[in-house]
């Protein structure tokens, strides 16, 4: 079943769980029984201002990220389990301030556990059309160009074995993005070829070969697909539905991990108690 056709077409109430991407520029929720993920501008009101707690796809702003949270669960919502179990997508490279300033915002919805999961790989997973927890054994590079980052990640058997980052995203193109994507290409490009100079055992070569998976905002550009395979010389493809491939894969991880508790529904995905 595809996670976001489930049965239950209003997101009134979360019952085990939920599946959160928090982006730089929009914030996607999901829990079992929901339709259609929340799909929301990652900012919340404060003292008559505009804050935006997300940035470079990092929380900055712990307080402000869980007044948002707490605000993007639509009225009347009923935490019908006290303690829901949270499935969480990060960037690839996210370190330990990210992780504690992400505790600090969940704690608002006292979580029994949180599980970590690459957005790198929960996008992959969603790409491959299989079933919560899968994954594909074959090298794959997953381009992510998103509103503040990019971040390009190869993945072989399921795992990140290597991710380069740039704190550049389409916003910096400028308002609306209008402008050309060639700076972003241009990066891009750069941390493929600098993986390929490290390449040691022919999975960089084998996933360019097979051709980049683009995700995020980037992907539905048309501009910045084609310039990107003209620059790498390879077949580019984009995510289904790009704009929410991480957050459906973060709820395709959710869904693994409430049928098997205790497993991990990819390899090395961290999971801890908040």
């Given at each position: 079943?595809?996670?976001?056709?489930?049965?239950g077409?209003?997101?009134?109430e979360?019952?085990?769980?939920?599946?959160?991407d928090?982006?730089?520029?929009?914030t996607r929720?999901w829990?079992?029984?929901?339709?259609?993920?929340?799909?929301?501008?990652?900012s919340?009101?404060?003292?008559?201002e505009?804050?935006?707690?997300?940035r470079?796809?990092?929380?900055?702003d712990p307080?402000?990220c869980?007044?948002m949270?707490?605000?993007?669960l639509?009225s009347?919502t009923?935490l019908?389990c006290?303690r829901?179990?949270?499935?969480?997508s990060?960037p690839v490279?996210?370190g330990?301030?990210h992780?504690?300033?992400v505790?600090?915002a969940?704690s608002?919805?006292?979580?029994a556990?949180v599980?970590?999961?690459d957005?790198a790989?929960a996008a992959a997973g969603?790409a491959?059309?299989?079933?919560?927890g899968?994954?594909?054994?074959r090298?794959l590079?997953v381009?992510?160009?998103?509103?503040?980052?990019?971040e390009?990640?190869?993945?072989?058997?399921g795992?990140?074995?290597?991710?380069?980052q740039?704190?550049i995203?389409?916003?910096?193109l400028?308002?609306?993005?209008?402008?050309?994507?060639s700076?972003?290409?241009e990066?891009?490009a750069g941390?493929?070829?600098?993986?390929?100079?490290?390449d040691?055992?022919?999975a960089?070569?084998?996933?360019?070969?097979?051709?980049?998976?683009?995700v995020g905002?980037?992907a539905?550009r048309?501009?910045l697909?084609?310039?990107?395979?003209?620059?790498?010389?390879?077949p580019?493809?984009?995510?289904p539905?790009?704009?929410?491939?991480?957050?459906?894969?973060?709820?395709?991880?959710?869904?693994s991990?409430?049928r098997?508790p205790g497993?991990?529904?990819?390899p090395?995905?961290?999971?801890g108690?908040?």
């Open positions: 079943m595809n996670i976001c056709t489930a049965v077409a209003k997101n009134t979360v019952r085990r769980g939920l599946a959160i928090l982006g730089s520029s929009r929720i829990a079992p029984g929901w339709k259609t993920p929340l799909d929301l501008p990652s919340v009101s404060a003292g008559g505009v804050v935006r707690p997300v470079r796809g990092r929380v900055v307080a402000a869980a007044d949270l707490r605000q993007f639509p009347g009923r019908s006290p829901p179990v949270v499935v969480l990060r490279l996210a330990p301030d992780r504690a300033a505790t600090e969940l608002v919805l006292r979580p556990a599980v970590v999961i957005s790989r969603t491959a059309g299989a079933g919560a899968a994954y594909d054994e090298p590079l381009v992510d160009v998103g509103a503040d980052l990019l390009v990640t190869l993945l072989a058997c795992s990140v074995t290597d991710a380069r740039a704190e995203g389409l916003r910096d400028g308002p609306m993005a209008p402008g050309s994507p700076t972003l290409v990066a891009a941390m493929v070829e600098d993986m390929l100079r490290r040691k055992d022919g960089m070569t084998g996933a360019l070969r097979r051709g980049p998976l683009l905002g980037g539905v048309g501009d697909r084609g310039q990107l395979a003209t620059r790498l010389r390879t580019v493809r984009a995510s539905a790009p704009s929410t491939a991480v957050v459906r894969g973060a709820a395709s991880a959710l869904l991990v409430l098997h497993s991990a529904p990819w090395r995905t961290h999971s108690t908040t």
